[in-house]
């Protein structure tokens, strides 16, 4: 089970390794399509302004060539390049655009409003349309997560459908039926490590002070081999540790001294690292204080 930060990863990693993000984006509104279609014959497509709601105009386009009566309310004009192809896309085919707020007339709504990431309860104009969904009688669908979760207030779907991975915290009674859909992320992107990966890595706070955003000890080098000791500790530096120790031998600290600034340095051993008791006391204080 993924989480929020674990599908932005993805989409990040997606991008370096060059997939064709829109290739997705049309997969996954298909995906949509193909499943709500065997529900009703009149639908509803509710979309917001970010890809969530590019994912809603590709579902409502392929509604329209199945021969299904499909209308598109938008509650926010697209920002994304992407949702605002999209759009122009549904507009060239004639699809309409619904302005009224009677939803009981419609068969299934499609809910591409808000997709993963929100912090807290939906602001204005998603809380009142949250709301007008969720009064209506017709069958609802939502796109990857219902608008508004994983808050207290959210679409009370009766089904969801969810691109490539169930994200946490999603079950039955917050998301009804879950129907999880590959949309054609290419290995690589979900199984090796990418500059996605750095998004797990938290922001120091400005007021935090030294040693507040972590403490690494480390143990390297030797005095014929001391480079992996820089790259060791320049790295830690670089991922947000604002104090780090290096153990090395004295030959080895003589020779990696003049390529960091941001270390404190102590040797142990001459040529060879040796365990002294210094280290295993800063590992015991500073560690497991």
Request: glycine content about 8%; overall charge neutral; proline content about 5%.
């Amino acid at each position: 089970m993924y989480d929020f930060l674990d599908a932005r990863i993805l989409d990040r990693n997606a991008i370096y390794y060059n997939v064709d993000m829109e290739k997705l984006m049309e997969n996954a509104g298909a995906a949509v399509a193909n499943f709500a279609s065997k529900l009703g014959n009149k639908f509803l497509v509710i979309v917001g302004p970010g890809n969530n709601g590019g994912d809603g105009y590709v579902a409502a386009k392929n509604l329209k060539m199945m021969k299904k009566d499909v209308q598109i309310k938008i509650l926010l004009e697209p920002e994304s390049p992407l949702a605002i192809k999209k759009k122009h896309e549904c507009e060239k085919i004639g699809i309409p655009f619904y302005n009224s707020e009677n939803y009981n007339e419609f068969d299934v709504i499609i809910d591409a409003l808000l997709g993963i990431g929100i912090k807290g309860i939906p602001r204005e104009p998603y809380f009142s349309e949250i709301n007008r969904i969720n009064q209506s009688r017709a069958l609802k669908v939502s796109v990857d997560v219902p608008s508004g979760f994983p808050s207290d207030h959210s679409v009370k779907a009766d089904f969801t459908v969810t691109m490539q991975f169930i994200k946490k915290g999603m079950n039955e009674s917050r998301c009804g039926k879950i129907i999880v859909v590959d949309v054609g992320f290419p290995p690589e992107t979900i199984y090796n490590i990418g500059p996605g990966e750095m998004l797990a890595f938290p922001k120091n706070s400005p007021d935090s002070h030294k040693g507040d955003n972590g403490i690494l000890i480390a143990v390297a080098g030797s005095a014929e081999y001391y480079g992996s000791a820089v790259y060791t500790v320049k790295s830690a530096l670089r991922m947000g540790v604002d104090l780090v120790y290096l153990f090395t031998p004295v030959m080895a600290a003589n020779r990696i001294s003049p390529h960091v600034y941001d270390v404190i340095i102590r040797d142990s051993g001459r040529e060879y690292f040796e365990i002294r008791a210094d280290l295993l006391n800063m590992i015991e204080k500073k560690m497991w204080g």
